[in-house]
């Protein structure tokens, strides 16, 4: 199965073909436009596509190109109220969880980014745990971008090894965490910039598969 996550900044629909050519069976979206009702100019339409945003011009999406049932749920909670992303149920040929991270998309200063994650993490460890859960998306933390959250990022990274996750690109490359040599994001969109924001942590038991 393949699955992709990306921070699209707005404009989905107008980049569409940059992420179909991969032949994705789940597109995991970040910062897009309502796209529900969306019929895009490419070749394969998505056979299911869902988008909230809340009070937001822009939110998280998902696309998916296989006869799977996904269901989102604790869209409010998690979205809204905390700040974290949105879980969706995906029945296909097995059954998984999904967690769509976007910490800060449902923009609120008051709130710490990654703590609410990790809020989100301790609270419902017993969903997490239930079946194989991939969480995945824009995390807006690496652990060196801001040296002040650095130990709010490390105990992000403990939670989720408690937990029975790992992060796919670093298994995969086998780069550290903080000295990733693939970034994700530019920070001002700045080539000099360049930062290791995005992150996808799957169940240890499936990093060989």
Not at 124 to 145: A, E, K, P, R, V
Request: a negative charge.
């Amino acid at each position: 199965m393949r699955i992709i996550t990306w921070n699209c900044n707005k404009a989905f629909r107008n980049k569409i073909k940059a992420i179909s050519k991969y032949s994705p069976d789940i597109v995991v979206l970040q910062e897009c436009e309502d796209i529900n009702e969306v019929e895009f100019e490419d070749d394969i339409q998505p056979s299911y596509k869902y988008q909230f945003q809340g009070n937001n011009t822009s939110g998280i999406g998902i696309l998916c190109y296989k006869n799977f049932n996904i269901s989102p749920f604790m869209v409010t909670e998690t979205y809204v109220e905390d700040n974290v992303g949105i879980p969706f149920i995906i029945d296909g040929p097995k059954t998984f969880q999904l967690l769509s991270v976007w910490t800060g998309g449902n923009e609120d200063k008051n709130k710490d980014y990654l703590k609410a994650l990790n809020s989100f993490l301790k609270k419902n460890s017993d969903w997490i745990l239930q079946n194989d859960t991939f969480i995945m998306g824009d995390f807006n933390s690496n652990l060196i971008y801001n040296k002040k959250e650095q130990q709010i990022h490390r105990d992000m990274l403990n939670l989720m090894t408690e937990l029975g996750l790992c992060s796919a690109y670093h298994h995969y490359f086998q780069d550290e965490q903080g000295k990733e040599k693939q970034p994700t994001f530019y920070f001002h969109k700045k080539k000099e910039s360049p930062f290791h924001m995005d992150f996808i942590f799957i169940p240890e038991k499936l990093k060989e598969k």
